[in-house]
């Protein structure tokens, strides 16, 4: 798993407020939607460039833009401007290699999420940011690249008499977050596959691959682990002091995704002890491979001992040895040799060192 660089000494002696983006840029084109709805129905519009947040009429009474790709300084001023955004959120937002904290202002919540995806069969493990701003009547997200994330989502506001519509922006903000956090379970679930299958080649036959998988099956669970730490805390605040954001029917569903955090972070220390675990056994199995080598080559060697002894006496310089004249003297030491080798395997083997 690479570590792209963040480059945090761009900001270095800059005023705070600096509108640097920082991080990998993984969309070229930012793009623009809104969706607008209330009970009465929903509208959904494809923005060509910021400055249309601003002048596109609201068609209902809720509004969640969301922007794909990090928007460059002059959007963001723009969306700033709109929405009142501080310069301080504005900045958070193009900083891409955020934790994930919240923010709490005066008329808007600030949100730091993060998203993870596993490559499938590897240990490729890649993070976006989605930054949210929960206003009273609106919600803005902004995502480093296109998912699906969301479009749970998208697809419920889109069904006919659906209750999120009617739920307004606290019930919009509670879906996107959960939505977030649901997408942990898959890439949890990939992991625990993972381990699966590094118990079955290490139970197998053992490789420096395997010990390889391993260390990066440890690295991953370590990394999320930590990255996901400060989003028990994020949840935490959200469910005890953002009663000016969240109606009182919505601490409920805020408290269960809060649970859904704490299991996350319980996998993740399982698996942790699971890395620990495979690792010991790995040792274990090349310890005791080795054990077996050995013994093996120990019978071998014990066994050829007797003919080492045997022809060492034989090859003594003494005129009187006994079978040193004999036709069938060579005959009868070789038979000497086999009969004290085949005795010491049928000890060896009724004592199953072999």
């Known amino acids: 798993m690479s570590k792209p660089k963040k480059l945090r000494s761009r900001k270095a002696g800059l005023p705070p407020g600096s509108l640097i983006h920082i991080g990998e840029i993984k969309t070229s084109e930012p793009s623009f939607s809104i969706i607008d709805f209330d009970e009465r129905g929903l509208q959904e519009t494809q923005l060509p460039n910021a400055a249309a947040l ?10 969640w833009a969301n922007i794909y790709g990090a928007p460059n300084p002059a959007d963001l001023a723009t969306i700033g401007n709109i929405f009142s955004l501080h310069p301080l959120v504005q900045e958070d937002i193009l900083n891409n290699v955020q934790r994930q904290k919240i ?6 919540l600030y949100l730091v999420l993060h998203r993870y995806e596993l490559k499938e069969g590897q240990f490729d493990l890649s993070q976006d940011q989605i930054s949210l701003v929960i206003g009273r009547d609106y919600v803005l997200s902004f995502q480093e690249r296109q998912s699906k994330t969301f479009e749970p989502v998208r697809q419920r506001l889109r069904a006919e008499h659906a209750g999120l519509r009617k739920g307004g922006v606290d019930m919009l903000a509670y879906s996107l ?10 890439v949890i679930e990939q992991l625990y596959d993972h381990a699966e299958t ?3 080649n290490i139970l197998g036959h053992a490789t420096p691959a395997t010990l390889e998988g391993i260390h990066q099956f440890k690295r991953c669970v370590s990394y999320l ?28 569903y805020l408290r269960d995704v809060y649970d859904h955090t704490v299991h996350i972070l319980e996998s993740l220390e399982d698996l942790r002890d699971l890395a620990t675990g495979l690792l010991d056994v790995y040792m274990t199995t090349i310890s005791h491979r080795v054990n077996l080598e050995v013994r093996t080559l120990t019978v071998v ?17 003494f005129h009187e040895i006994p079978w040193l004249n004999s036709p069938s003297g060579f005959v009868y030491a070789l ?4 009969l004290i080798a085949s005795i010491m395997l049928i000890l060896f083997w009724r004592r199953k060192f072999v």
């Open 177 to 186: 977050i959960d939505s977030v956090v649901d997408s942990y379970f898959g």
């Open 335 to 338: 038979g000497l040799m086999g």
């Open 103 to 108: 923010d709490a202002y005066e008329d808007y």
């Open 225 to 252: 682990r930590r990255n996901l730490h400060p989003l028990r805390e994020l949840l935490g605040t959200l469910h005890r002091d953002a009663g000016n954001f969240f109606r009182t029917e919505m601490q409920l």
């Open 301 to 317: 060697t014990t066994i050829f001992m007797p003919a080492t002894l045997i022809a060492g006496i034989f090859g003594m310089n």
């Open 198 to 200: 590094l118990e079955n």
């Open 54 to 63: 601003g002048s596109q009429p609201r068609a209902f009474t809720t509004r």
